[in-house]
């Protein structure tokens, strides 16, 4: 029956055009939309996971950047300092806040490093400057080239204005970009010397990030201490809860245009064969035979629509970092598995009214004259 | 000789009350191995119904239908693909073939529904094909092949699974007077070689002498069960009580399609030397 489905859709070449056009486009919908959150979750945590801290240390309670807040006392960081397998304990201070370039306006994370710091800074540096050091500014380079600055330019951060003094690689995301300041600028601008928003630390060699974390809030009051690793899935599930009502709406629109397109090509296509069906039921086919035709037929529509919406999207992969520095898609095997899945659903679902006509299809008719 | 299908005092009825039609009323027919049995019939006598029936495709109001023993009439749904596949061989008007597939995948299908696994069903579609002279078109779409050839592969069909019973509906209607007659002789040889029963429901006259019987089918039910004769002078084949003229000569009795043909055969037994 494989062959009579795959020879039923290839006889018509127009209408499986139209049937795979239709499936990978809604599949392409549901793949992109999936591979932009999950780039963007990536870039999110970028300077997380490239801070070189392995350890977040944060005031009580708080376990993410993203719209939250966090306030430690200087003296923490002396305390921190004092665990045992803790090597280096970097302050910064952070906040979101927009970035003023010309009339150019992008949102940032902000953040203060000091001039000695072991942890937090810009990580690839594409030109000038690492330590942004007093009134200056390592700038993500794409955020930079929109803004039409390079080195020297200017920009207002938080109401001051600063050069910039580097341009940084991979710092800039869909949610925003990342923007290194110094320290005591970050201070002066908070007018706040006694406080910063996060201990990064670097743990001694051998020592197990979860258990100096560990050592770390038994030691140290009103602190919460995670390795980058859980810090970082703390941040990816805050974007997500943020955007999963969005994916959902986004992926039932792709469902429901897939399983229109499905349900209409297989629905024509088994009814324009129906004279040859009822044949194969006159000459012995049971419908359970003719329903494995129908099936199989939308299965093998929905695969092909599949690898070419897969295609498509890993090309998208590739070109749209050419077009946006910020946009960054990744195909994650969950999204694929997804997608697989609901593919095969479209399938079963778009095959069920072709399959209840056929089962009440007369055998009889054969016999009759047209 | 025990029959292989028979047909007992089956009706059949379709709707009720004032809109009550009574398609076949109270018909029998037993059927022999390798018989060739021809129904006739005026538009909607019931041909179309009776070969329904006798195909397992519909129920009977009354009677039974048994093959090889089995009545058809008390299986269930779920039994009659498999009974049909195994027992009966269909062969339509329009060939039936599907448009999607080849000759030879068009004849492997039918023995796969049976259970036959791809390699042996390409092997006896091959051997049915290439006995019927389709060698040569074996992986020909329906659409490029002419209508002989057609009906040529819609027998290799009904004949895959090797079924005791081959019923065809109106096999000569959508070809030329010349294949048309091949296509009966074809099915004559089936029907004598391999024992297996033909059952054709058809228009043309021209079949007739193919057949061993001719049924007459009107109103429903069969008005005359007429035998056939061949004219001794032309060939033709004739139902006795239809024919022009007859005549005894030395106890047997002989049939005629005309005057002419009567007045010759006198003629010639005239001139034949008397014997010693």
Known sequence: MIRLAWRNLTQNPARLLISLGGVSVALVLMLTLDAIFTGME???????????????????????????????????????????????????????????????????????????????????????????GAGGVVLDVGVAAKAGIGLGGEVEILGDTFEVVGLSHGTASMAGSVAF????????????????????????????????AAGIEARVRDVTAMTRQEFARQERKVVRDMSTDILAIMNIVGFLIGLAVMALTVYTGTLSRRAEYGVLKALGARNGKLAATVVWQAVISVSLGFLIALILTSLLT????????????????????????????????????????????????????R | MDPILEMNHVSKVY???????????????????????????????????????????LRPSQGEIRIDGTDLTRLSESQLPRLRLQNFGFIFQDFNLLSALTALENVMLVAQ??????????????????????????????????????????????????????LADEPT???????????????????????????????????????????????????????????PVCGMAIEKDRAAASLTWEGAEYFFCSRGCRAEFEAGLRSAPLPA
């Open chain 2, 15 to 57: 709707g009720e009350g004032a809109t009550e039609v009574k398609a076949v009323q109270d018909v029998s027919l037993a059927l022999e191995p390798g018989e060739v049995v021809l129904v006739m019939g005026p538009s909607g006598s019931g041909k179309t119904t009776l070969l329904s029936m006798l195909g397992a495709l």
């Open chain 1, 42 to 132: 990536q870039r999110v945590t970028a300077f997380i996971d490239r801070s070189g801290a392995d350890i977040f240390v944060s005031q009580q309670d708080v376990r993410n950047m993203h719209m939250a807040s966090s306030s430690l006392a200087r003296g923490q960081q002396a305390r921190v300092k004092s665990v045992a397998g803790v090597a280096s304990v970097t302050p910064i201070l952070y906040v979101t806040n927009p970035i003023l370039a010309g009339k150019d306006r992008s949102l940032a994370y902000i953040i203060g490093v000091p001039s000695d710091a072991k942890a937090g800074g810009p990580w690839e540096i594409e030109s000038g400057r690492e330590d942004p």
């Open chain 1, 318 to 369: 590739v070109a749209t970092p050419l077009a946006s520095a910020s946009l960054r898609l990744v195909i994650g095997l969950p999204s694929v598995a997804k997608v697989v899945v609901t593919s095969l659903v479209i399938a079963g679902v778009a095959s069920l009214l072709p399959i209840w006509q056929m089962a009440r299809l007369d055998p009889a008719t054969v016999f009759r004259r």
């Open chain 2, 113 to 166: 529904l049976a259970g036959a696994r791809n390699g042996d069903a390409r092997r006896r579609a091959v051997e049915i094909l290439t006995d019927f002279g389709l060698q040569g078109r074996l992986d020909f779409l329906p659409e490029k092949l002419s209508g002989g050839e057609k009906q040529r592969v819609a027998i290799a069909r009904a004949l895959i699974n090797e079924p005791a019973v081959i």
């Open chain 1, 181 to 212: 300041i110094s320290l005591d600028d970050f201070a002066d601008l908070r007018q706040d010397s006694d406080t910063v928003s996060f201990l990064l630390v670097e743990t001694a060699p051998g020592e197990a990030p979860e258990q100096v």
């Open chain 2, 173 to 231: 209607a959508n070809l030329d007077s010349k294949i048309g007659f091949e296509i009966m002789r074809l099915l004559r040889q089936i029907a004598k070689e391999q024992r297996r029963s033909v059952v054709v429901v058809s228009h043309d006259q021209r079949i007739r002498e193919i057949a061993d019987r001719v049924l007459w089918l009107e109103d429903g039910g069969f008005k005359t069960l007429a035998a056939m004769a061949s004219d």
